[in-house]
């Protein structure tokens, strides 16, 4: 690094904005939200999403309560393309929510673009170009008066286009890319020049969307910029000004929480903060912000693992376990003077008064998390001291949510038992609470199970015995049950006749050889009880294994 770094980098020109209104208001309601997650999260993947990926992705956008999606980038992406007809064509798309396509000022461009979305309900059209100096100078050597040209030109292009489609409501979005870098002047010039050109106004809307396309500056000073257009900009009553962060210096969250002070109606951002280099404004974690302070944020996160799960397996990308209100490990104090806060915080805690548990911002059970994880051991001594024992002695390698499930358990028994647990007695707890076979809330115990060919591709017939008998040696009257599915595991979800949810599975191998034993491992979720359970199934046959798991998770919830 450099010695004196203001040789090589300028400090970005604060605003000039007298009595600025912004530091003194307060947020009283949520955003418009716009999730960019399927364009501008998707063109940031190591592997663009497919077909069903995207439109998997959508679904949950749709579930979790988004009213305004851009569904990609029609015009640079066949696949694009097809997913945005597909959507319209087989009317995918709630009647509430508004799709948005966005493309560059070019007009083979934008003629690709209207005909993508044409016989929508309502559909946004994204137009955007870079404006700042370094790129007006250096990639299109252009000079401002030109800019604005360009601008005027390919706005009235998509007027008179889309004006050929009256069954759609088409509603216009003006992006001037690298707003955060570029003259507030040039900025106001193209943003009105857009305004004009489009004719805004009650019964042609339009939203003004300021990026900040490489975060540059403080958060205050985007505030100030956003605060300055909101006064200047042309027939601003017809306008929704829109903010557009990414989080190049860390700041996104707050950037975007200032900008809503400063005038800003609405955010574009992605779950959980994908996107390019060091991601775009993380919705979840904004709309959480707003939820603690008292403010709906007309977002459901109230099953976050479940979103978190979606949104991992549509992008391949991992959510760090200090992520906040997500994050596996956020809602875990390791420090004793922590613990010591929290518990007595839960024990005054009255269940119709305001949260003040200490070193909780959120109650977890709000979030669909449990309380099992919050207090417990240090890592040396708890959970990290009990992955080592069961690795290193049994040959068990918990996945990192079950390591907090079970962390959880053997402190209990290390409370009540006020000793040191060696590393037998752990793994007697851990068989007793994941291996032991476990009678059903029915009385019914597991006593095998036979498969067959379904047309959903596989079927199950449990086999079920009377649970006393069991125990007592004695062969009791049998019992059946049938499930099918896409496999052994759904179809026994679907046997057991529970509304349960898989959300992971593992395998692993238990020694080597022929003698070695088969250990699944499975997640799962059972809608109106918070948390998860984990199922562990021992055989030598992965499939055996496999079942007991989903039987035992099953079992273990009805326990609860």
């Known amino acids: 690094m450099l010695a004196n770094p203001s040789q090589k980098y300028r400090a970005h020109p604060v605003v000039d904005l007298p009595h600025r209104q912004w530091p003194s208001r307060t947020l009283k309601q949520a955003p418009i939200w716009l999730s960019t997650d399927l364009r501008d999260g998707n063109q940031a993947l190591f592997e663009p999403m497919n077909r069903e990926r995207k439109l998997r992705l959508f679904q949950e956008l749709v579930r979790i309560g988004f009213k305004e999606i851009e569904v990609g980038f029609p015009s640079a992406s066949q696949t694009d393309f097809d997913i945005v007809r597909h ?14 396509v966005i493309t560059q000022l070019r007009e083979d461009l934008i003629a690709t673009t209207v005909r993508s979305a044409a016989g929508a309900r309502r559909v946004i059209v994204h137009l955007y170009n870079a404006i700042a100096p370094a790129f007006r100078e250096i990639v299109f050597g252009m000079e401002v008066p030109q800019i604005i040209a360009m601008v005027e030109h390919h706005v009235s292009l998509l007027k008179r286009l889309t004006e050929q489609y009256p069954e759609t409501e088409w509603v216009l979005q003006y992006s001037p890319e690298t707003f955060c870098m570029a003259e507030l002047e040039v900025s106001l010039a193209v943003c009105n020049a857009a305004i004009a050109a489009w004719d805004a106004g009650p019964a042609r809307p339009m939203i003004v969307n300021l990026p900040t396309t490489v975060e ?9 910029q956003i605060e300055w257009m909101s006064r200047h900009l042309a027939r601003r009553e017809h ?6 962060p990414h989080n190049d ?19 574009e951002g992605c779950l959980f903060g994908n996107g390019e280099r060091s991601g775009n404004l993380d919705v979840v974690t904004l709309a959480l912000n707003l939820y603690t302070q008292g403010i709906a944020p007309g977002l459901d996160f109230s099953d976050i693992a479940a979103v978190a799960r979606i949104a991992e397996e549509c992008t391949a990308l991992p959510i760090h376990p200090r992520h906040p209100y997500v994050g596996d490990l956020v809602f875990t104090a390791f420090s004793g003077s922590h613990q010591d806060a929290i518990a007595k915080g839960f024990a005054a805690q009255k269940s119709d008064a305001p949260w003040r548990v200490p070193y909780l911002p959120v109650d977890p059970q709000d979030l669909g998390r449990t309380y099992d994880s919050i207090v417990r051991v240090n890592s040396q001594s708890g959970k990290g001291g009990i992955a080592f024992l069961l690795q290193r002695d049994w040959g068990i390698v918990m996945p990192r949510r079950m390591q907090i499930e079970f962390s959880a358990i053997v402190q209990r028994l290390a409370d009540s038992s006020e000793t040191e647990l060696g590393s037998q007695q752990i793994w007697d707890l851990f068989e007793a609470t994941y ?27 449990l086999h079920w015995g009377d649970a006393s008998d069991a125990s007592n040696g004695q062969d009791g009257p049998r019992q059946s049950s049938r499930g099918t599915g896409n496999g052994p595991i759904a179809a026994t979800v679907a046997a057991l006749g529970l509304p ?16 070695a034993s088969a250990l699944a491992i499975v997640e799962a979720v059972l809608p109106g009880v918070p948390g998860s359970r984990f199922g562990v199934g021992k055989h030598a046959n992965i499939i055996t294994a496999s079942v007991l798991a989903v039987i035992n998770a099953a079992a273990r919830f009805e326990e609860a």
Do not use: K, W
């Open 500 to 515: 349960l949810r898989i959300d992971s599975y593992e395998e692993r191998s238990l020694g080597q050889g022929a003698d």
């Open 239 to 244: 306008i929704v000004l829109s903010v557009h």
């Open 435 to 461: 291996l032991q076979p476990r009678a059903m809330a029915t009385g019914q115990r597991y006593m095998g199970h036979s498969l067959f060919d379904s047309a959903q591709g596989q079927g199950i017939e």
């Open 87 to 100: 959507l319209i064509d087989a009317q995918l798309i709630p009647r509430d929510v508004t799709p948005m």
């Open 216 to 224: 540059v500056t403080t958060a205050n000073v985007f505030a100030d």
């Open 249 to 267: 210096r860390g700041t996104g969250v707050a950037c975007a929480e200032q900008a809503l002070l400063a005038g800003a109606q609405r955010v």
